[in-house]
């Protein structure tokens, strides 16, 4: 069984910067594609981004691209999404998740393993 702790989330000015992580425990994920999803009030939760399990692809939805970085290590169990440039509309509850085949997807129920979120909030 993966348990997965997300942390680094606060509030934040427009324009901003945070850096959330995801600790991994119970085993290693070395082998796992992880990925970030985030879910604002009301809405539905949806992808951000994803990693496979050696780093050697990544994907972003198209709002985050070229703001958003999606990094492991996996020496670490830890995977990151650094977030720059940081708008309102980048507000929500960033989750963390886990596929134990390795692969990353931008689909939700593609992912085995969650975590219970940090909330970012930023402020115009």
């Known amino acids: 069984q993966v348990q997965l702790a997300e942390s680094g989330g606060g509030l934040v000015q427009a324009g901003g910067s945070l850096r959330l992580s995801c600790a991994a425990s119970?085993?290693?994920?070395?082998?796992?594609?992880m990925a970030w999803f985030r879910q604002a009030p009301g809405k539905e939760r949806e992808f951000v981004a994803a990693?496979?399990?050696?780093?050697?692809?990544?994907f972003y939805t198209d709002s985050v691209k070229g703001r958003f970085t999606i990094s492991r290590e996996n020496a670490k169990n830890t995977v990151y999404l650094q977030m720059n440039s940081l708008k309102p509309e980048d507000t929500a509850d960033y989750y963390c998740?886990?596929?134990?085949?390795?692969?990353?997807?931008?689909?939700?129920?593609?992912?085995?393993?969650w975590g219970q979120g940090t909330q970012v909030t930023v402020s115009s």
């Open positions: 998740a886990a596929n134990r085949y390795g692969i990353a997807t931008m689909q939700l129920y593609d992912y085995d393993y």
């Open positions: 119970g085993r290693t994920v070395r082998g796992y594609g």
């Open positions: 990693i496979t399990w050696n780093s050697g692809n990544t």
